[in-house]
Nanobody
Framework: EVQLVESGGGSVQAGGSLRLSCIAS????????IGWFRQVPEKAREGISC???????????YYADSVKGRFTVSSDNAKKTVYLEIIDLKPEDTAVYYC????????????????????WGKGTLVTVSS
C-alpha cells in the first residue's frame, strides 16, 4: 500500500524559498500522478500542482494560476520522491501542504482535484511572515 510523507515545511520570511518533499513508500507502479494541495483553516483545500510520471519520465505537469511562476514540481523516481520548490514566498502561501497519489493518473490541464487521488499524506506546515 502506498504511503506518503511530506516534509520540508517551516517558517520563513516573505521572499524566501522552500523545497517540499513527498516521499512515496510502498510504490509498486511506475505510472502515477502526484498532486499538491494546500489548506488554510476554514477554507477549502486548494489544488496547486500536479505531476504525472511514466517509466521514470515526466508526462505532464500542472500549476494553478495562483502559484504559476513561483512553484516548480519535479520528481526523482529513483528516490520515489516528488518535490515542490517554492520561491518568492508570500504570506498568503501560509498553509498546510499535502501531497496525494493516484496510480495511472495523468494530470489534467484544467486543474488538480481532490477526488482524483486516493492516497494522502498528513501534510507539512508552511508559515510565511511578512
Amino acid at each position: 500500500e502506498v504511503q506518503l510523507v511530506e516534509s520540508g515545511g517551516g517558517s520563513v520570511q516573505a521572499g524566501g524559498s522552500l523545497r517540499l518533499s513527498c516521499i512515496a513508500s510502498g510504490l509498486s507502479v511506475d505510472t502515477y500522478g502526484i498532486g499538491w494541495f494546500r489548506q488554510v483553516p476554514e477554507k477549502a483545500r486548494e489544488g496547486i500542482s500536479c505531476i504525472s510520471t511514466s517509466g521514470g519520465h515526466t508526462d505532464s505537469t500542472y500549476y494553478a494560476d495562483s502559484v504559476k511562476g513561483r512553484f516548480t514540481v519535479s520528481s526523482d523516481n529513483a528516490k520515489k520522491t516528488v518535490y515542490l520548490e517554492i520561491i518568492d514566498l508570500k504570506p498568503e502561501d501560509t498553509a498546510v501542504y499535502y501531497c496525494a497519489f493516484r496510480s495511472h493518473y495523468y494530470c489534467s490541464q484544467y486543474g488538480v482535484f481532490e477526488n482524483a487521488f486516493d492516497k494522502w499524506g498528513k501534510g507539512t506546515l508552511v508559515t510565511v511572515s511578512s
